[in-house]
Nanobody, 125 residues
């Protein structure tokens, strides 16, 4: 699976962005998908994840209530709607695909098999 993120950019605090991650391949609907981010000088951190059928969503505490993950299996795309953005949300955002069930390990990057190249999100104060 190849993943390509888009939708990043520069936005003022309080604004919104919608990230997209387009996947190649016909088996997209079988993958659990996640979003991670990495800010300069910091480790990569989990942001959100969604199960293969879209029935389960998981969020980091720092984004809960502000970000929404969704997927369109017909479009082979996963989305991250980001509202009420804060300067601390500034990071490179990566989408990732996991071919196996994640259970409670959806926040662990090592459980994902494929990664995109990332898209920069910058939130100004």
């Amino acid at each position: 699976v190849q993943l390509v993120e888009s939708g990043g950019g520069l936005v003022q605090a309080g604004g919104s962005l919608r990230l997209s991650c387009a996947a190649s391949g016909r088996s997209f609907s079988m993958y659990n998908m996640g979003w991670f981010r990495q800010a300069p000088g910091k480790e990569r951190e989990f942001v959100a994840a969604i199960s293969w059928n879209g029935n389960s969503e998981y969020y980091a505490e720092s984004v809960k209530g502000r970000f929404t993950i969704s997927r369109g299996n017909a479009e082979n795309t996963v989305y991250l709607q980001m509202n009420s953005l804060k300067p601390e949300d500034t990071a490179v955002y990566y989408c990732a695909a996991a071919s196996r069930p994640l259970g409670s390990l959806y926040g662990r990057g090592t459980k994902y098999d494929f990664w995109g190249q990332g898209t920069q999100v910058t939130v100004s104060s």
